[in-house]
């Protein structure tokens, strides 16, 4: 009875962890090339379709190869593409404390549009508060202040310190570049694809009918920040 019982419980464990959905975390920077073209293709398409949350969990963390050091009870952070990277980093840290998560997603993906197109980033902020209707009247005040800084050092404790280049894409906790090159063409089908559980999403069921995203480049043509 014992051992019935038991056999039981390891699959009832068995079961609920193959239903858990991927764990997808996304190691970025503000200003980095290949970071906002994944943002604002394969993230974008993820972020908004029905039911993704239930396949795959996505994280992204705004930090990439910043470097952080502490001073006087402070924390400084010196930045690949500089200080404007910084106060972007801030920026969008600010924005995934300070909102739910799907309306942070979309709004990191409309600041780092307008700041690819040439707005600055209180600029930007401006912009996508009248665009998507969100009030990121906060976001400002929090990235020049306390807040700011305690979010991007919270960004530099989630980002790996063996991380080799930005975006780095971990699934489950393991970095695999085949598996970094399918979420950075199309995110959606890699979940499609290697979500084990039987949750089954509508995405899914059309992905294979679907014609494969097509690019004006490839991802390799994309320098990575190294």
Known sequence: M????????????AFAASSDPLQIVVLT????????DFVATSFLKA???????????????PFGNAKETQSGGHYIFTCQHGADECYG??????????????????????????????????????ACT????????????CANGPDGEKYVHQAAQNTDKDHKYVPWINVN???????ERQIRSDLVKYACDNYKGSVK??????????????????WDDLALDI
């Open 173 to 179: 906790g393991v970095h695999d570049a085949a598996a």
């Open 47 to 61: 972020i908004n379709t029905k039911d993704i949350e239930k396949i795959a969990n996505i994280t992204i963390v």
């Open 2 to 13: 014992k051992v019935a019982i038991i056999a039981s419980f390891l699959l009832a464990v």
């Open 201 to 218: 999403i509508d995405a899914c069921k059309t992905q294979h009918k679907s014609q494969p995203r097509t690019y004006a480049h490839t």
């Open 89 to 126: 980093n801030a920026i969008l840290n600010c924005v995934l404390n300070q909102k739910d998560k799907k309306t942070a997603h979309n709004a990191i993906v409309c600041l780092e549009k307008k700041r690819t197109a040439g707005s600055q980033w209180d600029a930007a902020v401006a």
């Open 29 to 36: 920077e503000s200003l980095c090339p290949a970071c906002n």
């Open 130 to 141: 009248q665009e998507q209707g969100t009030d990121l009247s906060q976001t400002i005040a």
